[in-house]
């Protein structure tokens, strides 16, 4: 397992931006595998994004295409999620995960929460109408 922390919440209005960074521990982060979600009041976590390190491919909710992008940082263990055109149903906690494993499934399998052997603590986003 590794440690994750996130940054970059807060409250922001309907049709603005904000970026998440995730800031992860271990020497092998080229190898992982980071995913995004969020977990809105009385509903399940769900996937947002997910970014294959070694091999640089992304993959995205359908809620989120086209609007969310996640990169990898130029600071040393750091992913992106840009968010754009920011809606209220967007409004949730993030929460960073990763599977530092090396194992590199298929990226749809990411999409799954059982996937990830290390989670943040997350970080609150709220959009106001």
């Known amino acids: 397992q590794v440690q994750l922390v996130e940054s970059g919440g807060g409250l922001v209005q309907a049709g603005g931006s904000l970026r998440l960074s995730c800031a992860a521990s271990?020497?092998?982060?080229?190898?992982?595998?980071m995913g995004w979600f969020r977990q809105a009041p009385g509903k399940e976590r769900d996937f947002v994004a997910v970014?294959?390190?070694?091999?640089?491919?992304?993959y995205y909710a359908d809620s989120v295409k086209g609007r969310f992008t996640i990169s990898r940082g130029n600071d040393k263990n750091t992913v992106h999620l840009q968010m754009s055109n920011l809606k209220p149903e967007d409004t949730a906690d993030y929460y960073c995960?990763?599977?530092?494993?090396?194992?590199?499934?298929?990226?749809?399998?990411?999409?799954?929460?059982?996937?990830?052997?290390?989670w943040g603590q997350g970080t609150q986003v709220t959009v106001s109408s």
């Open positions: 271990g020497r092998t982060f080229n190898n992982y595998v």
């Open positions: 995960a990763a599977d530092s494993t090396g194992l590199n499934s298929g990226i749809v399998y990411y999409t799954h929460r059982n996937a990830y052997n290390s």
């Open positions: 970014i294959r390190l070694s091999r640089s491919d992304t």
